[in-house]
């Protein structure tokens, strides 16, 4: 019982928040072109509760960030065992990288990144195709290991 009321009270929960974002954008259309939207629509309310809204965007924020940085380097010290000796400058390098990234501006790099994601994803499953029909028709010939 529990296995299904968790996903189900969570996606409960998480459409609730939708709404009440997506109500909250059809109320203050202009609050759409800033970069933040909410915090837009918060500091309209009150500018005191645009910076306490700001505070916990910023936490969330930098949460992300660094459980991002933290999962790259996990991955990276994977494939590079090295890296372990050398975990605090290439944290601070791609923290540096990952600041530089925030400078273009949300929606200018995701319109960038977000295409490239594409195209690199649209070759790796034709390429995954690809090596399966090639194995379909050279089943035969493979060496039995």
């Not at 996903?7 to 059809?26: D, E, T």
């Not at 090295?82 to 929606?107: E, K, N």
């Not at 295409?115 to 035969?140: A, F, K, M, N, S």
């Amino acid at each position: 019982k529990t296995p299904k009321l968790g996903p189900a009270l969570g996606s409960m929960i998480l459409g609730l928040i939708a709404a009440a974002v997506f109500s909250s954008m059809a109320m203050n259309p202009e609050a759409t072109q800033a970069q933040l939207p909410m915090l837009a629509i918060a500091q309209s309310i009150d500018p005191r509760l645009g910076y306490v809204s700001a505070v916990p965007l910023l936490f969330g924020m930098f949460g992300t960030s660094l459980s991002a940085i933290v999962a790259v380097l996990a991955y990276g010290e994977s494939r590079i065992p090295s890296l372990h000796s050398r975990r605090g400058p290439v944290t601070a390098v791609l923290a540096t990288i990952t600041w530089v990234g925030s400078l273009f501006g949300f929606d200018k790099l995701i319109g960038v990144l977000y295409p490239i994601c594409g195209y690199v994803g649209i070759t790796v499953i034709v390429l995954l195709i690809e090596r399966r029909i090639y194995q379909l028709r050279h089943r035969d010939t493979q060496p039995q290991v």
